[in-house]
């Protein structure tokens, strides 16, 4: 059974800083690309950041250069988003994504159940 389950949301206050994970089991993780894309009140779902399967490129929404930097531990199944210097725009429900082609075409994408994270003074 695929599961992706994110933890480390919360209330900070501007300026503050805090740190995403998600651990990941059912599937290869080491095979997949992982991403987090967060999604605010009345808003589309939007990509924050990307990691290649085996961390060789990474990849990072304009809005969250340079405060933002994601990293996996392909060992233990997980992948991180340390948010930095947050802004109350960075509000939103924050999503682990795990996206794979396979050779046969087939495209494999699995999303956990989000964590809030709120920016607020």
């Known amino acids: 059974q695929v599961q992706l389950v994110e933890s480390g949301g919360g209330l900070v206050q501007p300026g503050g800083s805090l740190r995403l994970s998600c651990a990941a089991s059912g599937f290869t993780f080491s095979m997949y690309t992982m991403s987090w894309y967060r999604q605010a009140l009345g808003k589309e779902r939007e990509l924050v950041a990307a990691i290649t399967s085996f961390g060789g490129s990474t990849n990072y929404a304009d809005s969250v250069k340079g405060r933002f930097t994601i990293s996996r531990d392909n060992a233990k199944g997980t992948v991180n988003l340390q948010m930095n210097s947050l802004k109350p725009e960075d509000t939103a429900v924050y999503y682990c994504?795990?996206?794979?082609?396979?050779?046969?075409?087939?495209?494999?994408?699995?999303w956990g159940q989000g964590t809030q994270v709120t920016v607020s003074s």
């Open positions: 994504n795990a996206n794979r082609r396979m050779v046969t075409g087939t495209i494999r994408d699995y």
